[in-house]
């Protein structure tokens, strides 16, 4: 299963590692990790992203390794790659305007994730696990068969920092026994898991507990408390001085209501709507995103619309999310 990739690694010098927009915990400490094994083994590697890392993750970049894709700049690095590592992800979409050079490039390409629909014949390999809860943990079983000593303490911390955030804070369903192993193991090696919590989670700032108190007010049941949304607006954003990515964990709140199966965030952004769709259970709502051109995950999922009309948009998503719920 490891054959090719450690063969790549052993006879390439120059690889790029990229991952998704909007990059979370796992897109950001799987990189870290899969960079610093590379700059032990003495090779050259570069960590380019679409988007800019957000500010709860900067603790993990303390020496400002994640270079944010400019075509101008980066083209040619990628052109030059022997390999490009795509992480957390499997659809070239979600490197938006990276993939075209990317798939141009003559480079191997590779990619490492947990998602669901692996893009066929996009990659030259892959490493796919859909039952293994972050890429993170992905990685961790692929560093080890270097041996102990490949992870090191910076790496530990990245590789918890993915798998922490990827699983809830080791709450979500895939969630298992050798989970708790691996982290057990990344602590052995002398990490603060205190110290990522608070880096991660304890940051907050008032204008994100404000936002929280729009959207707890916002909050609209349906289906006989079957589904909940929200719609947040870009005023709201403004008013509050936050962004869309403030957003994030507010959805734990609408699921922490018992009768509650389905949850909604629609997003209203400058060029379009963001819907977010989170459930419990057997209740895919990667089915539901994929109805509006979106996916993800059985339980957590997303997509994107182009367009401006936020009342048809809720009405079409949750009139098609009926069929989903469970009686
Ligand atoms: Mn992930």
Known sequence: MYEFVQKLIE???NFILTSHVNPDGDSIGSELALYTFLKNKGKNAKIINYSATPYNYLFLDKNNIIEKFDENIHQKAINEAGAVFILDTNEYSRLKTMAPYIKESPAIKVC???HLGMEKNGFDNVISDIESPSTGE?????LLSYGNNSINKDIAEYL???IMTDTGSFRFPRTDAET???TANLLDLGIDPVYIYNE???K???GRLKLLSIFLRKLTLEYDNRLIYAVMLQKEFDETGTTEYDTEGFSHHMMSIETVQIALIFTE???GIKVSFRSKGDIYVNELAKEFGGGGHKNAAGTWLAEKDMDNVCKRVISNAKKYIIN
Do not use: C, E, M, Q
């Open 269 to 271: 952004g400058r060029n």
């Open 160 to 162: 918890y920092t993915a």
């Open 204 to 206: 907050s700032s008032i």
């Open 11 to 13: 006879t390439k010098d």
């Open 112 to 114: 490492i994730d947990h």
């Open 138 to 142: 992905i990685l961790y079983k692929f």
């Open 180 to 182: 708790h192993l691996i």
């Open 200 to 202: 991660v989670y304890s």
